[in-house]
C-alpha cells in the first residue's frame, strides 16, 4: 500500500489479544498484508495498525493472508495511547512516521517504491533529488533505520546499505500441477496503475490468451480476489504461468506476488527488465517483444510438461535468493541497527512539523500496491 508523503490519517478501535513472545512486541502500520506476514517468522508479536486511508478495507485483508497468531488490531488512535513499550516501531512511508512521531522507541522505515514511483503517485512537483534529500534529513532526525525490499528501491532512494528481499516459503503451497491452461496475473487497481505495471505491453501481449486477474479490481470484470490465502494457493496450483510486467523505472522487474507465484512453482513471463528475476528458457521467458512473448505463452498453454520443468527452477530461485529464514535474519538485524541508531542523541530532537518537508502535500489519491 503506498500512501501519500505526510499524509494525516483519521484515529478510530483495538479488537483481538496477542501473545508475549521472548523478543516482544512491534507496531507494524499496514501496508501490504502479504509483506506483513513475514514478520511471523521473527520472534516477536504484532500490534497492527489498521484504518488507514487509501485501503479498498479499513482492517485487515483476510483475502491475501490470514491474521497473524499473536497479532493485534489497533487504530492509529490506539497506538499512540498504547502503554506498551514496543521494540521496534515498524513504518511504510514518511506518513507513519510522522503519525508516530511522538512515541519514543526505535524505528525503521520500509521503501517499497522507487522515488520516482512515489512522485508519480502523488502528483508531485518535487524532483526526484529534493525528496530523495528531504527523506534523508528527515530519517536524521528522527534517528530512523531504512531498509528497502530491493536494491532498485533503495538505490533510487540513496539507501543502499540494507537490503531485504521477501523471505517465502515454497513448502507452504500446494504441490504444483499446472492443469489450467491459462495464465495468471495478481494486481490491484489495475486501471490507477497502467505505466507502473506496463499494461500496455500486458494487453499487446496477452490480451487474447486466457488469462485470469486476481486482485480488487472494481472496475474491471474480472474474478476478483481471493476468497482467502488457501484459495490463492489452489489457484497457483492450476494456473499454467505467471505474469509480470513493469516499467523499469517505476517497479522492479519481479514483486512479492511474483516471488510468491514462484515459490508455487508457476514459470514467469515478463517484459526484459533489468532487475528481473526470470532466467529465460530456466525459469520463465522474458521478451521485450508482444509478439515474441505471446508465443511463449501461447507455448506454454500447450506443453504442461514444460510449465512444470521451468516452475520447478523457479522454486529453486525463490529458496536461493528469497528464503524466509534470510528473511528473519536480516529484520532481526535491522531491528538492532534501529535500536542502535535510536540510543545515539548527539543533539535535541527536532520536531517534525518544523521541517519544510511537511509543507508538501499531505492529501493525494491513493494505490494499493502487490
Known amino acids: 500500500m503506498a500512501r501519500a508523503l505526510f499524509t494525516r490519517k483519521p484515529e478510530s478501535s483495538m479488537h483481538g489479544s496477542g501473545q508475549a513472545h521472548s523478543k516482544g512486541r512491534l507496531l507494524v502500520f499496514n501496508c501490504h498484508e502479504a509483506w506483513i ?22 482492517g485487515w485483508d483476510h ?75 528527515y530519517v536524521k532526525i528522527t534517528r530512523t533505520h531504512v531498509v528497502a525490499v530491493s536494491s532498485l528501491k533503495g538505490r533510487s532512494w540513496g539507501f543502499s546499505e540494507d537490503i531485504i528481499p521477501f523471505g517465502i516459503d515454497p513448502d507452504e503451497y500446494l504441490p504444483y500441477q499446472g ?77 512479492m506476488a511474483t516471488v510468491e507465484a514462484m515459490a508455487a512453482g508457476l514459470p514467469v513471463l515478463g517484459n526484459s527488465h533489468p532487475s528481473s528475476i526470470i532466467e529465460h528458457g530456466i525459469n520463465g521467458f522474458v521478451s521485450n517483444d508482444p509478439i515474441e512473448l505471446r508465443s511463449y505463452a501461447q507455448r506454454l498453454l500447450q506443453d504442461q510438461a514444460l510449465a512444470i520443468r521451468l516452475g520447478e527452477a523457479a522454486q529453486q530461485t525463490v529458496r536461493q535468493r528469497f528464503s524466509l529464514p534470510a528473511f528473519k535474519w536480516s529484520f532481526e538485524k535491522a531491528i ?24 508538501q502535500r499531505r492529501a493525494t489519491k491513493q494505490q494499493e500496491y502487490q
Not at 514496543?86 to 506518513?95: E, K, R, V, W
Not at 505495471?197 to 486466457?210: C, S, V, Y
Not at 542502535?340 to 543533539?347: G, L, M
Open 179 to 255: 492443469d489450467l491452461p491459462q495464465g495468471l496475473r495478481i494486481s490491484n487497481f489495475t486501471s490507477r496503475r497502467r505505466r507502473f505495471l506496463n499494461w500496455d505491453f500486458h494487453e499487446q501481449a496477452f490480451g487474447d490468451l486466457p488469462v485470469t486477474l486476481i486482485g480488487h479490481n472494481p472496475d474491471l470484470d474480472t474474478l476478483g480476489p481471493s476468497k482467502d490465502w488457501e484459495h490463492l494457493k489452489r489457484l497457483l496450483q492450476c494456473h499454467r504461468f505467471y505474469i509480470h510486467t513493469a516499467d523499469p523505472v517505476l517497479e522492479d522487474g519481479y514483486n
Open 37 to 58: 506476514y513475514q514478520l511471523t517468522s521473527l520472534d516477536y508479536d504484532l500490534d497492527i495498525v489498521v484504518g488507514l486511508p487509501g485501503r479498498h478495507t479499513l
Open 63 to 137: 483475502h491475501v493472508r490470514p491474521l497473524p497468531t499473536g497479532a493485534r488490531i489497533l487504530t492509529h488512535q490506539e497506538a499512540l495511547a498504547s502503554p506498551l513499550e514496543y521494540s521496534c516501531l515498524i513504518c511504510h512511508n514518511p506518513s507513519d512516521l510522522l503519525d508516530i512521531k511522538y512515541r519514543k522507541e526505535p524505528r525503521i522505515l520500509v521503501l517499497h517504491l522507487p522515488v520516482e514511483a512515489r512522485l508519480v503517485e502523488e502528483h508531485s512537483k518535487l524532483t526526484a533529488q529534493e525528496a530523495t534529500d528531504l527523506l534523508h534529513h
Open 336 to 359: 538492532i541497527t534501529a535500536k542502535n541508531k535510536h540510543a545515539v542523541r548527539k543533539q535535541p530532537r527536532a520536531l517534525i512539523q518544523d521541517l519544510p518537508i511537511t509543507k
